[in-house]
Each structure stands twice: as structure tokens, then as C-alpha cells.
């Protein structure tokens, strides 16, 4: 586990070297996802706020989580996300390739427990799907990474990003991998 836990620093410090505008991350594969998440779940976000954190210096959303479906792990009904940006008072900060919420939205997210009782996303947007339905009604999970983002290998090669794929089989894939790691699937 710290193995993943120091690729996530690995990460943190390249998109903090890279110029303004552009982030660089350490590509996590779904078993690496898997791997690094107290839980894997479905659910909707029903209430987003953004706050400046103690000190004054960094401004941080909150967003809480209805959870509709616990696809790995063990995760409580409702979820307090945190994650870097937003907006206060008509100052905004922008955290490329961190997690961003809106009421409303329908997502599959990779938690990581934190002391405080809140959860991040593991692996920063690559753990944060969007649920969509197409004119049919099948849903689907779609990657939140923006494409601004860049996505490398531990060689320092881009890696190949995050795909669409039918939710039901993102969450098969899902539920297997924890199972393969001995780890709670539902």
C-alpha cells in the first residue's frame, strides 16, 4: 500500500512542477485504483460548498455524496468529499485534474478515508467517473479527466487514458479487482 500511497505524492509534486495551466499526473491503472480505495461507490452529489481552509491560503469544496450503490469496500450512506478549488467570495481557484463536483451530478468514485471523516478521490480525476444515460438508456461510466491533463507512466510516457465504458461492466471490473485483492466487493 505505500507503494501507491508515494506514486500519489509522485503525482502531487509533478502537476505542482509543471507551469501554471497544466498538470501532470502518474497514470493509475483500475487495480491500482482499486488497490488505494478504502471504497468504490455510485452515487449523487446533493449539496456542493467551498470554503477557505483555516489558515487563509487554499480554498477547498466540500461536496456531499448520496450513495446509491457500494460497488467495493464499505462506505456510509451519505459521503463528505474535499477536494482543492472553488470558489469564495469571488476569488476562484482552479485545481486541474483534482476532482470537481456540482449538484446534481451522477458519478462512480474511488474514496480514500481521511482522519477528519471526509474522503478524497483516489488518483486525484482518475478516480471520478460521470454516470450518463444515452438516448437508449444505457448508462455509461465516462472519465473526468480533462484533456488538458497529461497522464504518465512511471517511465515518464504518456499513458493511455481513461475510456468510456458501459457501467455495468465498469462496475463488474470494479467488483472483480477487489475481489482478486481480497478486498470487499458488493
Known amino acids: ?18 507551469p501554471a495551466g497544466a498538470s501532470t499526473f502518474i497514470a493509475l491503472s483500475k487495480a491500482q485504483l482499486v488497490a488505494e480505495s478504502n471504497a468504490v461507490v455510485q452515487g449523487e452529489v446533493i449539496k456542493v460548498e467551498s470554503f477557505w481552509t483555516p489558515s487563509g491560503r487554499i480554498i477547498v469544496s466540500q461536496a456531499m455524496l448520496r450513495v446509491t450503490d457500494t460497488i467495493a469496500g464499505e462506505a456510509p450512506t451519505v ?31 474511488f474514496l480514500q478515508n481521511q482522519k477528519d471523516g471526509s474522503a478524497e478521490v483516489t488518483g486525484y480525476r482518475q478516480g471520478q467517473y ?7 438508456g444505457v448508462e455509461f461510466a465516462v472519465p473526468t479527466v480533462e484533456k488538458g491533463v497529461r497522464l504518465l507512466t512511471l517511465q515518464g510516457q504518456e499513458a493511455p487514458r481513461p475510456q468510456t465504458v458501459r457501467l455495468d461492466t465498469f462496475k463488474n471490473e470494479i467488483r472483480a479487482l477487489a475481489e482478486r485483492g481480497g478486498r470487499i466487493a458488493n
Open 79 to 109: 459521503v463528505m468529499l474535499r477536494t482543492y478549488g472553488g470558489t469564495v467570495d469571488g476569488f476562484t481557484v482552479e485545481a486541474h485534474g483534482f476532482p470537481m463536483f456540482k449538484q446534481g451530478d451522477r458519478l462512480v468514485v
Open 1 to 18: 500500500m505505500k507503494r501507491f500511497v508515494s506514486l500519489g505524492m509522485v503525482a502531487l509534486i509533478l502537476a505542482l512542477a509543471i
Open 130 to 136: 460521470q454516470v450518463v444515460r444515452d438516448k437508449a
